[in-house]
């Protein structure tokens, strides 16, 4: 994968914007923003440094750039995506200043799933403005005093299993955190902001966004390579994930390498 980016805008209103980004395997320099950046993280892996230290983000999670605050970005292998919604503090209607300064990150926790139906609003053509302004609000109110998730010990062993089997059910599961499927399966989701199976949904996504943006196989069996059951299955999850197709994805990366 190139180290090009493809910004594809999705709502602009008078004092805000939102865009979904696609990023190649890339270095930035250090760099700021003149207004408030919210990125909600979709997809891949990003190292992010910045004077609040240096965090690495490959999960749900919600990343603010408070204006003038300095950061620098290395993008992984597989690429990184993600929705930067752009807002002039006037358009949010702050009773005061912004309470976030810096770059703050939230990664997993009750935060990450409020990132993620933050997205998926400013991804929706039937939500006012209005409707939109006041979901940022919140967001940026209930991040602004949210503390990080507690780290099961077992996590990163979860994750790693399904990242290599992304089929193993929550009862195949469950003997590695020493608990039950059920309690398993709403531990994970409160520590990471997503569920098993999200999670192996976007693994598999992950997979063969990166395949075919980097091969020329087959969609079939790029499809089966990732894990999927077929290639109608690799079409519903890719819509479900990114809201595109894997054509469409396939598409972009004369984008990302040309």
Known sequence: MGSRRIKAEIRNFSGATASRIISGLAEDRPHHHEWPVLSIHLLGEMTKFSDDGEVVISSPSAIFHAPGASHANIVGERGCEQIDIVFDPAWLRLESSSPLNGVPCWIGGTTALAARALARLWSSRNASEEELRRSTKSFL??????????????????????????????????????????????????????????????????????????????????????????????????????????????????????
């Not at 996590?155 to 469950?174: C, M, S």
């Not at 020493?178 to 520590?191: H, I, K, S, V």
């Open 141 to 258: 109110r209930l991040a602004a005093t949210a503390t990080p998730p507690r780290q099961p010990q077992w996590l990163p062993n979860i994750i790693e299993k399904i990242r290599r089997h992304p089929n193993l059910t929550a009862a195949e599961l469950a003997p590695i955190a020493g608990c039950r499927p059920e309690w398993l399966t709403q531990a994970f989701r409160a520590a990471t902001g997503e569920g098993l199976a999200e999670l192996s949904m976007r693994l598999r996504v992950e997979r063969a966004a990166f395949r075919l943006r980097t091969t020329e196989w087959r969609a079939a069996d790029v499809a089966l390579e990732a894990g999927f059951c077929d290639q109608s299955h690799m079409n519903r999850c890719f819509r479900q994930v990114l809201e595109r197709t894997p054509l469409q994805v396939r598409a972009e990366s004369a984008q990302l390498t040309g």
